[in-house]
């Protein structure tokens, strides 16, 4: 079955730092490219950042770009997400999705992971 | 606020067609293709339609998007209780170098 399992959320304070992990299975990872998509408490979707399928190029939104690093480990079907300097609006429902290129569909996404930045 | 404008709410009885606007620009939908989101809270996004109008396998044919200059918008026909969703649209920016998503449209079946 493919599958995308994220973890890694929970309660961080203002200023601090959180690491989330994208475990996937079913499909040949190496062969994807991969996003960070969230959601803010009674928000939509926005879109984070993207990765390309072996690890070299990166895109980040505006909100997150100098704070925010993502990353794979292509041996261990795994995506990263590095969060520092973390603010309230940070808090959200984080997501990790699959991608077909820079710009083609996100067609395999996992349930979230919560992230609450509040002291 | 979002890039691309959705309506927030659409609504329609069972049976009915009811149709989910995104207006974009130049730099997203006039010139990268549009993909369209079903989202339930609490789980994960599902993905209803790509390149503009194709629908991935297992998604009912009741399920249809269309693309015209810098607008796009999403059909679904048979509404059925099970409908009951947020729906987004989305689109690759070339003058962001990201993706932008609508703000969602939150449909409802009377």
């Known amino acids: 079955e493919v599958q995308l399992v994220e973890s890694g959320g929970g309660l961080v304070q203002p200023g601090g730092s959180l690491r989330l992990s994208c475990a996937a299975s079913g499909f040949t990872y190496s062969g994807y490219w991969m996003h960070w998509v969230r959601q803010a408490p009674g928000k939509g979707l926005v879109w984070v950042s993207l990765i390309n399928s072996d690890g070299s190029s990166t895109t980040y939104a505006d909100s997150v770009k100098g704070r925010f690093t993502i990353s794979r480990d292509n041996a261990k079907n795994t995506l990263y997400l590095q969060m520092s300097s973390l603010r309230a609006e940070d808090t959200a429902v984080y997501y990790c999705a699959r991608g077909r290129g820079r710009g083609g569909a996100l067609d395999i996404w996992g349930q979230g992971t919560m992230v609450t930045v509040s002291s | ?110």
């Open chain 2, 1 to 110: 606020q979002s890039i691309l404008t959705q309506p927030p709410s659409a609504s329609g009885t069972p049976g009915q067609r009811v149709t989910i606007s995104c207006s974009g620009s130049s730099s997203n939908i006039g010139s990268n293709i549009v993909n369209w989101f079903q989202h339930l809270p609490g789980t994960a996004p599902k993905l209803l339609i790509y390149s503009n109008s194709q629908r991935p396998s297992g998604v009912p044919d009741r399920f249809s998007g269309s693309k015209s200059g810098t607008s796009a918008s999403l059909a679904i026909s048979g509404l059925q209780s099970e409908d009951e969703a947020d729906y987004y649209c989305a689109a690759w920016d070339d003058s962001l170098n990201g993706w932008v998503f609508g703000g969602g449209t939150k449909l409802t079946v009377l």
